[in-house]
């Protein structure tokens, strides 16, 4: 993999540049100290699975299982994971999607720490400050190895809240089989039946762990039919008074994640993932049932969703910082001959510009996608607040995202506070994209 180096700083600061560095080098990773509240052993190891469809797949695995065992811990808790790879040749490391954990936790081969090599072991400690929905998997070699099977769900409760009495995650996964991914639901390429009492309080935590590489789909797009139901979370942070939904597709960023929260009826419940007919999961009294094909009447929109309130900025407010990212596709050369690229304003990893920032600065993105393509943008460390979308403002309850779908000739302006130092990722997670160069950093000065 490439380091830190080979990008470079963008552009000129002028006398900025010689300004002491913002940055206090200390504060660069988690808790050395202190008794984990919660411990945690994830070994990386080759696994031959079958999927339901009788489809044999070499995975790699955590713990011998995909998704990877679910960690559950509560707000605050000093959490601790030691990493072990028993692969037979390959590097892995652990990065926490969506938790904005200290730069030294956040497992990105060759930029915040070497891919830990077969036989070797690594110490993660982080607290988890931010309840809600998040998964993690390997930074490395990430194009191949999280469809492969590297990834698993990170839940952090509320401290003081009771939990739903039917809470689950979900994770829409696509399988390489052959030569081509092909798509499955969950990981077991299956049709799951649970059987759930009329009454109960029910969350379902959809992740999207696929890369969007399965025929023209372009983002994981849910549907859930049998009952009215809300979006209570996306990318972990609560919505405001989330309105009762009825009949919408639900399309989910590649990384991103909804929360879905519902009492269960009296009757069946089906939750499909449209590129995957067939497949799913069916909640119903008895658990039996057959799945019926969603008739949707519309498209779920986040931007005007939930209760408005005040947020700490928006897109009239000075920012410090501004940036432009066009993702763009055309012909060009990789690796040495002609192909189809998909890049950030003309350019491929390594040569697109580091973002540079001061700590304390707040940060204006403007992200344009010109291409033919969906760009699922993920920034780590921070979450962003999205403040405009296709030029109109948000108008629904605070939108706070970690990833973004950027779907074909869409623009959205995000803003955030530069509040947690280091050198970051920040890319598509379209991670075929992102192998190609569809990938840059944000630097802390
Ligand atoms: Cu979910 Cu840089 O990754
Ligand atoms: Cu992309």
Same mark, same amino acid.
């Given at each position: ?10 552009? %000129? ?9 913002? @940055? ?91 891919? @830990? ?21 390997? +930074?490395?070699? /990430?194009?191949?190895? @999280? ?31 052959? #030569? ?34 399965? /025929? ?19 990318? %972990? ?49 008895? %658990? ?17 969703? %939930? ?29 040495? /001959? ?22 304390? #600065? ?34 629904? /309850? ?6 973004? #779908? ?12 530069? #509040? ?8 598509? +997670? ?16």
């Amino acid at each position: 993999r490439h380091t830190m180096a080979a990008a470079g700083p963008s552009h %000129g600061h002028g006398d900025r540049r010689t300004a002491a560095p913002s @940055v206090d080098l200390t504060t660069l990773h988690g808790p050395r100290t202190g008794i984990p509240d919660r411990t945690f052993t994830l070994t990386a190891a080759e696994t031959a699975i079958k999927l339901t469809s009788g489809a044999p797949v070499a995975a790699w695995t955590f713990n011998a299982q995909v998704p990877g065992p679910e960690l559950r811990v509560k707000q605050g808790d000093l959490v601790e994971v030691t990493l072990v790879n028993r692969l037979p040749k390959e590097g892995v490391t652990l990065h926490w999607h969506g938790l904005d954990v200290p730069n030294a936790e956040d497992g990105v081969a060759g930029l915040t720490q070497d891919a @830990v090599r077969p036989g070797g072991t690594h110490i993660y400690r982080f607290r988890a400050d931010r309840a809600g929905t998040y998964w993690y998997h390997t +930074h490395q070699a /990430s194009s191949t190895a @999280v469809v492969r099977g590297l990834f698993g769900a990170i839940v952090v409760e509320r401290a003081e809240q009771a939990r739903e009495e039917f809470d689950t995650v979900v994770m829409s996964h696509a399988w390489p089989v052959g #030569d081509e991914p092909r798509p499955a639901f969950g990981a077991a390429d299956t049709l799951t039946r649970k059987a759930v009492q009329p009454g109960t309080a029910v969350r379902l935590r959809l992740v999207n762990t696929g890369n969007n590489t399965v /025929s023209d789909a372009e983002a994981t797009t849910f549907a859930l039919t049998g009952t009215p139901y809300r979006v209570a979370a996306i990318d %972990g942070g609560e919505v405001r008074e989330p309105g009762e939904l009825r009949n919408l597709r639900l399309s989910l960023a590649t990384g991103g994640r909804y929360d879905l929260t519902f009492t269960m009826p009296n009757g069946p419940v089906y939750l499909a993932d449209l590129a995957a007919p067939g497949k799913g999961l069916l909640l119903s009294p008895d %658990g039996t049932g057959t799945p019926e094909t969603p008739v949707l009447s519309g498209d779920f929109d986040p931007a005007q969703y %939930g209760r408005p309130a005040p947020t700490p900025f928006d897109a009239s407010s000075r920012f410090d910082r501004q940036f432009t990212i066009v993702a763009s596709d055309g012909v060009g050369f990789v690796d040495g /001959s002609l192909d189809l690229i998909q890049a950030f304003n003309g350019r491929l990893y390594p040569d697109v510009p580091m973002q540079m920032v001061r700590k304390g #600065d707040l940060v204006k993105m403007t992200l344009i996608n010109r291409s033919r393509d969906n760009h699922p943008m993920h920034l780590h460390g921070h979450h962003a607040l999205v403040m405009s979308a296709n030029g109109r403002a948000v108008t629904g /309850s605070p939108w706070w995202i970690d990833t973004l #779908d950027l779907p074909p000739g869409t623009w959205f302006e995000i803003g955030f506070r530069a #509040d947690n130092p280091g050198l970051w990722m920040d890319h598509c +997670h379209n991670l075929d994209h992102a192998a190609a160069g569809m990938l840059m950093h944000l630097g802390y000065e």
